[in-house]
């Protein structure tokens, strides 16, 4: 059966006020646990997409980043061996090491949910709903410092040992300010179309049409930020996303344009790396599935 336009007006909204009120429960709680430990000495902000204002009904989850600036991972990758020579000889070893830290967050969390209720995971610390608040991933990291010398600072994000050893960086204030800036250029449609895709998604989930990897909240997000502009403005809601459905199909099929898709950020490729041609196989095959399931034609 195709679906509606109707339907895809109302997938484009944002959350209901009763969502939206246990999110701010759930962020407000967390907060004030954090605070009466460190006081000011960490930074508490969102991430995800709450933050970000593409959530749907079914993912009101929240992410919660607790940054500690006294403390950084250093992204070196791009420096010579004679620069990170010069940084590894002055660099000193943080006193206050990440997996304590990750561990005090999580001792603080269950003194106050409990024990059922907050589970350590390899990224974050997951905290789960009840009848008054949402599911939250509070996230324990350092500030990260991508450096373009030794003693030179590119650009600033957050990074994180994950349980399994993997260092991880990211950029979760630049991805806000480019999807926010990507919203007003397309006059609201950017996060609209991401919503609407989103809901097909959890369709497409629940029928089993596809599995959780293949696309991911994320991942969707930053595919469609990759759009020009211009496709945004095709008449009705339906009418555009068909043509961001169309356009990041035929996207991935040419090698040059995808590989110039990035992270919402702008500061990370998104289609590069070992695991790429899965990736925008991924892309092409959940393209196809949601053109399907709307029903378009060709």
């Known amino acids: 059966m195709a679906i509606s336009r109707d339907q895809i007006d109302r997938w484009s909204n944002a959350p209901s006020e009763r969502e939206e009120t246990k999110c701010q429960n759930t962020v407000e709680r967390v907060k004030q646990i954090i605070r009466n430990h460190f006081g000011n000495d960490v930074y508490i902000y969102l991430q995800g997409s ?8 079914a993912e009101s989850d929240v992410d919660i980043v607790i940054e500690h600036p006294n403390y950084y991972f250093p992204g070196l990758s791009s420096l010579s061996d004679v620069e990170r020579t010069k940084y590894n000889a002055s660099s000193i070893a943080a006193e206050y090491s990440f997996d304590r830290f990750k561990a005090d967050v999580h001792a603080l969390l269950q003194s106050d949910f409990g024990s059922t209720y907050v589970k350590r995971k390899n ?7 009840d009848a ?14 991508r450096f373009s010398t030794a003693t030179l600072v590119e650009v600033e994000g957050i990074g994180l ?6 260092v991880i960086d990211s950029f979760p204030k630049q991805h806000y300010e480019n999807g926010a800036s990507k919203n007003l250029s397309t006059d609201g449609r950017y996060k609209g179309v991401v919503r609407v895709l989103k809901n097909v ?29 211009s496709d945004f403005n095709y008449g009705s809601l339906y009418d555009t996303t068909r043509q961001i459905i169309f356009r990041i199909w035929d996207d991935m099929v040419k090698p040059e344009k995808a590989s110039n898709y990035a992270e919402v950020s702008d500061l990370k490729w998104l289609l590069r790396g070992s695991e790429s041609t899965s990736k925008i196989n ?12 709307i029903g378009y034609q060709s």
Not at 123 to 129: F, G, H, L, Q, Y
Not at 132 to 145: E, G, Q, W
Not at 161 to 166: L, R, V
Not at 282 to 293: D, H, S, T, Y
């Open 50 to 57: 709450y933050r970000n204002r593409t959530n749907v009904k």
């Open 123 to 129: 990224k974050c610390i997951r905290v789960e709903k």
């Open 132 to 145: 008054y608040r949402v599911n939250a991933d509070v996230i324990p990291c350092y500030t990260y410092k």
């Open 161 to 166: 040992k994950a349980d399994s050893g993997e």
């Open 201 to 229: 998604r959890n369709e497409l989930l629940d029928q089993r049409q596809i599995s959780e990897d293949l696309m991911r909240s994320f991942f969707l997000e930053c595919l469609v930020w990759n759009v020009p502009n």
């Open 282 to 293: 991924n892309a092409r095959m959940f393209m196809e599935k949601a053109w399907q399931f």
